[in-house]
């Protein structure tokens, strides 16, 4: 069965600090992995990646694929109040397209 | 630009009641998903359909049925309401692109079984 798994589950941080985000996965016939954020209501999306070690990033975010150890990270630097959030990985399919997503990340900033 | 169209946004049942999740995207896409969010979780895959015709078991399908109607309606059906199936209801669909942001959420639906 398709898994993916997000750590931790919870981070509280410091206005201003770095956090690193990890998603890994199990899954068969990869196709692509995602990032989204969710606030309040639908998550939205934040990167897709598809290649091992190419960097996709996004003002204050980054993200970062390992497909030899399964793996990713979502970087946030310089965090803001706004990035409070729970941030979610979610792995797809080839074939079926079948799109698992993991526990997600809640992201709680202090100013 | 509707995108993803769910409804209804809320609804509260009495335990065995039934009931049924209405979603329609207006983008051709082949792919739609309904995936259920609990408090603190991330979203559990119910029911997706890869294409017109298809439907398939996700993580969590027990208690739910679903139909593919046609290419761009994918309904969910709860045939007797449990309080375990208080949740967030969330629809989407994919265009099954290579590159990109490929999948497209409706706003959810809030059910609260009693």
């Known amino acids: 069965e398709d898994k993916v798994v997000q750590s931790p589950l919870s981070l509280v941080v410091h206005e201003g600090d770095t956090v690193t985000l990890n998603c890994s996965y199990e899954v068969t016939n990869f196709r692509s992995l995602l990032w989204y954020k969710q606030e309040k209501k639908a998550p939205t999306f934040l990167f897709m990646l598809?290649?091992?070690?190419i960097e996709k990033k996004s003002g204050r975010l980054s993200s970062i694929l390992d497909k030899k150890e399964l793996f990713s990270i979502l970087n946030i630097t310089a965090t803001q109040t706004g990035d409070s959030a729970i941030y979610l990985c979610?792995?797809?399919?080839?074939?079926?397209?079948?799109?698992?997503f993991g526990t997600g990340t809640r992201l709680t900033i202090i100013p | 630009n509707a995108g993803v169209t769910q409804t209804p946004k809320f609804q509260v049942l009495k335990t065995g009641q039934s009931m049924t999740l209405q979603c329609a995207q207006d983008?051709?896409?082949?792919?739609m998903y309904w995936y259920r969010q609990d408090p603190g979780m991330g979203l559990r895959l119910i029911y997706y359909s890869a294409s017109e015709g298809t439907t398939d078991k996700g993580e969590v399908p027990n208690g739910y049925n679903v139909s593919r109607l046609n290419k761009r309606e994918f309904s969910l059906r709860l045939e007797s309401a449990a309080p375990s199936q208080t949740s967030v209801y969330f629809c989407?669909?994919?265009?099954?692109?290579?590159?990109?942001?490929?999948?497209?959420f409706g706003e959810g639906s809030w059910l609260t079984v009693v």
């Open positions: 983008m051709n896409h082949n792919s």
């Open positions: 598809t290649s091992s070690g």
């Open positions: 989407a669909s994919s265009d099954g692109r290579s590159s990109g942001n490929t999948i497209y």
């Open positions: 979610a792995v797809r399919n080839f074939g079926n397209e079948k799109l698992t």
